[in-house]
């Protein structure tokens, strides 16, 4: 198998806490985080707790449909969210890995579009980015970020297979065996 970057639950844990205190150290505070999900969702609420950011929203992106294979470009899918709340605001956009960055710069250049145009004055969205990790040839560079990492990342809310009504017998037998084994 390639060698792969593995973020356990526990490693994951030290690295949304050193994750939010860089932000906190560069002395911007966020008024709201967007996670792009799925990936940004685990990571943007885990900020929002360690930040005491409670404003939380999240835009829906599609690229990867497997290890390394991709859509032709990143896509937004539904459910759309209202951006009309976000001229004037600081706003934190979290993904898990920005690779390609392809889906950060979208997303980045989405908020740009929104600033609010009074007629010669622009309200600007003031956007920043932070991801867990960045691979070397990322065309974004973000904000803010953990590791950096040439690897396939296994994260630790997708490594396990999903759950569905044919797999429940193997999951509880296998909670079971955990609990017997502790
Ligand atoms: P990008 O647009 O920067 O190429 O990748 C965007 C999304 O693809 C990431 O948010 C993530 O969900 C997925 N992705 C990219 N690289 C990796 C990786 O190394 N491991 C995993 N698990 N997902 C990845």
């Known amino acids: 198998a390639p060698d792969r970057e593995e973020l356990t639950w526990e490693l994951f ?4 806490r050193e994750l ?7 002395g911007w505070v966020p008024d709201l985080i967007i996670a792009i999900a799925r ?8 900020i929002g707790y360690a930040i005491g950011i409670k404003a939380m929203g999240a835009v829906n992106v599609e ?14 899918l539904p459910p759309l969210m209202d951006a009309s ?6 706003v934190l956009v979290v993904d898990d890995v920005a690779d390609s960055g392809k889906t950060l710069k979208m997303v980045m250049e989405l908020l740009q579009h929104q600033g609010l145009d009074l007629g010669g004055e622009t309200i600007s969205v003031d956007a920043r980015s932070a991801v867990i990790y960045r691979k070397p040839h990322s065309v974004f560079e ?16 997708s490594a396990l ?5 044919a797999s429940l017998d193997r999951e509880n037998a296998d909670l079971l065996y955990a609990r017997v084994g502790d």
């Open 13 to 16: 844990g030290r690295a949304e």
């Open 20 to 26: 939010s205190a860089q932000i906190v150290a560069s």
């Open 39 to 46: 990936g940004g969702l685990i990571p943007a609420g885990a």
């Open 63 to 76: 690229f990867y449909t497997g290890v390394g294979e991709t859509l032709p470009e990143p896509v937004v």
């Open 85 to 90: 709340d976000l001229p004037g605001k600081k």
């Open 142 to 157: 973000p904000d803010y970020c953990w590791r950096v990492t040439d690897k396939w990342i296994n994260f630790p809310w």
């Open 161 to 165: 297979p999903v759950i569905t009504p």
